[in-house]
């Protein structure tokens, strides 16, 4: 999941402001019919003087944040709020990346991408689908992938804990990340994972594999991108029969795991997604039980699995009450990753 996008001149007055305009408004003026007749377009035309046209990056993104706080959007796309996704929207169309726009705040929005900034907030709103397919593009731990309706939108937490728990910065090391050599990206999407393995696993060469072949498509123009084709092998297949014998020092996937209530209740924002990305059986782990079953036969000695599993923490330990998951904690999720030895799978 990408990093939550601080942004300092958050709208706070906004509400505020308007709700004292309209108790202006409301002052009784003159009670003949014909002033009351005019009433209406001179509250118009007042209203209008006073919202002046966005000129900045700060009034773009309080005028995004602002509508979509209106409308009532789902925010589970990579962004978690309306002021870090009026500030990716406004980044995209400036050719910023995420942490370049807070502080270009004062900057001009050219004519071409105020358009484009507001029609993307049209869409956003009208079709609710997530605001990376609109611009083609989500970051995860500030590194770009192009997205489209073939994958899901990059958001898995696996992307903080590789940077987090196998690089120098944390107390609890799994890894030497130099000695890894081998490592499976098992249900890749847009190779998201995969890629930002390749950086924290400077040694290794990766697998990526994934049941969709539009899924796969998206992840070699990715891959492609990164600048990765020799590091990164794409496979097709349903979970571990992709990878034949391979073996690995370590497997990493966000397989899908919505249970069926999760999946009767999607947000519309997640409708737009492939529904195989999601779908994981009546509890949610179907998929993840057929990954756990599997591994012990890819990984090599002292290797490990990192899976997510959403909410099937407590069904998973309920299928497996003998099992040593350890559970990793992000800035953003609880009980939501496990990490399991080979020796105790
Ligand atoms: C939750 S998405 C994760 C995508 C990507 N790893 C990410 O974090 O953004 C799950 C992925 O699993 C793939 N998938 C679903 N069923 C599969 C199966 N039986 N075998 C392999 N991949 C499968 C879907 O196509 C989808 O790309």
Not at 275 to 292: C, K, N, S, T, Y
Request: proline share 6%; aromatic share 6%; net charge positive.
């Amino acid at each position: 999941m990408a990093k939550k996008t601080a942004w300092a001149g958050r709208p706070k007055a906004a509400g505020r402001a308007s709700a004292k305009k309209k108790r202006v408004a409301k002052r009784p003026v003159a009670k003949t019919a014909k002033k009351s007749a005019t009433k209406k377009p001179v509250r118009k035309a007042a209203a209008k003087a006073a919202a002046p046209e966005p000129v900045t990056i700060l009034d773009y993104v309080r005028l995004a944040a602002t509508r979509l706080k209106r409308a009532h959007v789902a925010f589970a796309h990579g962004t978690t709020d309306p002021v870090a996704e009026a500030a990716f929207l406004v980044g995209e169309a400036m050719n910023l990346y995420p942490d370049e726009v807070e502080p270009r705040a004062a900057q001009r929005v050219p004519k071409a991408a105020g358009r484009r900034i507001l029609d993307w907030l049209d869409q956003r709103i009208a079709t609710r689908k997530p605001a990376a397919y609109l611009v083609n593009r989500m970051y995860m731990r500030g590194v770009p992938f192009y997205v489209d309706e073939r994958v899901i939108v990059p958001r898995s937490f696996i992307g903080e804990i590789l940077e987090s728990h196998f690089g120098d910065d944390d107390v609890l090391r799994l890894r030497d990340p130099t000695k890894i050599t081998r490592v499976l990206d098992l249900c890749t999407g847009s190779g998201c994972l995969a890629i930002l393995a390749a950086h924290a696993f400077p040694n290794a060469t990766v697998d990526a594999a994934d049941l969709s072949a539009n899924a796969l498509a998206v992840a070699a123009r990715n891959v492609r991108e990164h600048g990765l084709e020799d590091r990164i092998t794409l496979l097709q297949g349903n979970l571990l029969s992709a990878v034949g014998d391979r073996s690995y020092d370590l497997i990493i996937s966000n397989p899908p795991y919505v249970d069926a209530d999760g999946m009767a209740s999607l947000p519309r924002e997640c409708l737009a997604e492939p529904r195989m990305a999601f779908d994981g059986g009546a509890d949610g782990i179907d998929l993840v039980r057929q990954i756990i079953d599997g591994a012990r036969d890819h990984l090599r000695p002292g290797g490990g699995l990192l899976c997510e599993v959403g909410r099937c923490k407590s069904a998973l330990e309920r299928a497996y009450p003998r099992a040593d998951f350890l559970w990793l904690d992000t800035e953003e999720s609880e009980g939501e990753v496990f990490w399991i030895e080979a020796g105790a799978l």
